[in-house]
């Protein structure tokens, strides 16, 4: 059962590093979004293409507040909320089990 154990906290931490990182790839997207940045750069394009498939559907149910967009911290406030409850729980049941 050790084995079982070790994975589910593997799997925590490795999910645990996914949000954090995704969480800096939203932020750094909403800087940018301030300063109009060159639409053909490389980064810009890959940042857009990892945030977009999650901030869209959002966008899309979210009340139009006059330009304000609010999609970047529903989006932080459910990798906060992952990172709070789902992944002390991981953890929580790989203590459980070994």
Do not use: C, H
């Amino acid at each position: 059962m050790f084995l079982f154990s070790n994975l589910i906290s593997a799997t925590a931490k490795v999910f645990d590093i996914v949000l954090v990182i995704y969480m800096w790839v939203v932020i750094i997207r909403a800087f940018l979004s301030w300063v109009n940045p060159d639409p053909y750069n490389q980064i810009v394009q890959i940042l857009y293409r990892l945030t977009e498939p999650v901030l869209m559907p959002i966008r899309f149910r979210l009340p139009d507040l006059g330009g304000l967009d609010l999609s970047t911290i529903v989006v932080l406030l459910g990798i906060i909320f992952l990172r709070s409850f789902v992944v002390p729980s991981l953890y929580e049941i790989a203590r459980l089990i070994s």
